[in-house]
């Protein structure tokens, strides 16, 4: 059992920065692969970005490539998404998920492979 807490969202303007943390319960956290997901209002929840657990391999969306970044510090249980050059499209609420994964180099992004989730963590980009 894994229990994820976002922290980090918050009002921006266009253009600017955020930077959100999902910090993760129990001791295994680099055995887990971590993905940030959105969900804007009537929407389905969408993919973002994701790294593996050792966290040497990352995935990201086409629209946020080069503007976001995701990383992971396993010594303090954390994954972290980078936000720059932020646009309103990308206003959402942010959750982070966690996966058991086999092997240390694997990556995930579809939302059901994901069991574990945040409480999720609201963006909001103004114009």
């Known amino acids: 059992q894994v229990q994820l807490v976002e922290s980090g969202g918050g009002l921006v303007q266009a253009g600017g920065s955020l930077r959100l943390s999902c910090a993760a319960s129990?001791?295994?956290?680099?055995?887990?692969?971590m993905g940030w997901f959105r969900q804007a209002p009537g929407k389905e929840r969408a993919f973002v970005a994701a790294?593996?657990?050792?966290?040497?391999?990352?995935y990201y969306r086409d629209s946020v490539k080069g503007r976001f970044t995701i990383s992971r510090d396993n010594a303090k249980n954390t994954v972290y998404l980078q936000m720059n050059s932020l646009k309103v499209e990308d206003t959402a609420v942010y959750y982070c998920?966690?996966?058991?994964?086999?092997?240390?180099?694997?990556?995930?992004?579809?939302?059901?492979?994901?069991?574990?989730w945040g409480q999720g963590t609201q963006v909001t980009v103004s114009s």
């Open positions: 129990g001791r295994t956290f680099s055995s887990y692969a």
């Open positions: 790294i593996s657990g050792g966290g040497g391999r990352t």
């Open positions: 998920a966690a996966a058991p994964a086999l092997y240390s180099g694997s990556i995930k992004s579809n939302p059901g492979e994901f069991p574990y």
